[in-house]
Nanobody, 123 residues
Framework: VQLQASGGGLVQAGGSLRLSCAASGRTFSRYAMGWFRQAQGKEREFVAAIRSNGGSTDYADSVKGRFTISRDNAKNTIYLQMNSLKPEDTAVYYC?????????????????WGQGTLVTVSS
């Protein structure tokens, strides 16, 4: 599976962005998917995850209620709708794919990673 993340950019605090992650391969619908982010000088952290059928989702406490993860298996794409953005959301955002054992927060359990897209939130 190859992943291509897009949709990052510069936005003011309180604004919104939608990230997309397009996947290649016929088995996309079998994978659980996740979004992670890494701010400059910090470790990569979990943001959100979604099961293969889209039936269950999980969010980091820091984004719960502001971000929404979704997927369209017909388009081999997942999304991250980010609302009420804060300067502390500034980071490179990565999408990842892994076996659908559940909603996983550990990056080590994801086998495939996109290249990342930069989100910058100005105050």
């Amino acid at each position: 599976v190859q992943l291509q993340a897009s949709g990052g950019g510069l936005v003011q605090a309180g604004g919104s962005l939608r990230l997309s992650c397009a996947a290649s391969g016929r088995t996309f619908s079998r994978y659980a998917m996740g979004w992670f982010r890494q701010a400059q000088g910090k470790e990569r952290e979990f943001v959100a995850a979604i099961r293969s059928n889209g039936g269950s989702t999980d969010y980091a406490d820091s984004v719960k209620g502001r971000f929404t993860i979704s997927r369209d298996n017909a388009k081999n794409t997942i999304y991250l709708q980010m609302n009420s953005l804060k300067p502390e959301d500034t980071a490179v955002y990565y999408c990842a794919a892994g076996p659908d054992y559940g909603l996983e927060r550990l990056s080590a359990l994801y086998n495939y990673w996109g290249q990342g897209t930069l989100v910058t939130v100005s105050s």
